[in-house]
């Protein structure tokens, strides 16, 4: 099993739909979760951290589950400008200090 | 704020020629990351410095690949000799200090992308 596993994608929605993509993790001593976005042949950027109380930036939600190891992003009323892939973060303080990146979801938003 | 700078931005060379790639980091940034990214997968951490000390190497293939950071701010990634399937985007990454959570936020470079033949 992969220590970080994203949905298998890519997602085609149209625009203004509303999507979500899940990550699971395998660690349970993870520490801290973040949502990076890329955009083609990019550099990875930062989108959002993500937080046990679970937040939120504009059309952006992520959210911790730490009992089922899972977080999610939820996009709503998506943009042309939202289709990239999506990298789900983890890091793990144990054993060693580890980076985890998913493989990534593509996703294409379409007029 | 600059950003962090990577050099060279393409690179092609044959297989089992030498390669190497320089990383500036964003100033101030004590610990720098070097991934390499395959077509189609996340970024794969091979390297992470803190400060001009390594703190994890476990998936740098040693017997080819080399890294140092040694004043502990600009960093240099090497392959020697390289391989085919070494042909990858290789990242550069920065953040502020990696022991400090709410500080873990990791900047990237623009990437070397590399081409074995």
């Known amino acids: 099993r992969k220590e970080v596993e994203q949905d298998p994608g890519p997602f085609n929605v149209p625009e203004g739909a509303t999507v979500a993509f899940n990550c699971t993790y395998s660690?349970?001593?993870?520490?801290?979760f973040f949502w990076y976005r890329q955009d083609c042949r990019k550099e990875p950027k930062l989108l959002m951290s993500?937080?046990?109380s679970g937040n939120e930036d504009g059309r952006f939600t992520a959210q911790l589950n730490r009992a089922s190891q899972y977080i999610s992003l939820l996009i709503r009323d998506s943009k042309l400008s939202d289709s990239a892939t999506y990298l789900c973060?983890?890091?793990?303080?144990?054993?060693?200090?580890?980076?985890?990146f998913g493989a990534g979801t593509r996703l294409f938003v379409k007029a | 704020e600059a950003g962090v700078a990577q050099s060279p931005r393409y690179k092609i060379i044959e297989k089992r020629q030498s390669v190497a790639f320089w990383c500036n980091p964003i100033?101030?940034?004590?610990?720098l990351y070097w991934y390499q990214q395959i077509l189609g997968q996340g970024p794969k951490l091979l390297i992470q410095?803190?400060?001009?000390?390594?703190?994890?190497d476990s998936q740098l293939p040693k017997d080819r690949f080399s890294a140092e950071r040694l004043k502990g701010v600009d960093s240099t990634l090497k392959i020697q000799p390289a391989k085919l399937e070494d042909s990858a985007v290789y990242l550069c990454?920065?953040?502020?200090?990696?022991?400090?959570?709410?500080?873990?936020?990791?900047?990237f470079g623009p990437g070397t992308r590399l081409t074995v033949t």
């Open positions: 660690n349970s001593a993870s520490q801290s």
């Open positions: 993500v937080y046990s």
């Open positions: 100033s101030g940034h004590a610990t």
């Open positions: 410095f803190q400060n001009n000390g390594v703190v994890d």
């Open positions: 990454a920065s953040s502020l200090d990696y022991q400090l959570a709410e500080f873990y936020e990791q900047y």
């Open positions: 973060v983890v890091t793990f303080l144990t054993g060693g200090f580890k980076t985890i």
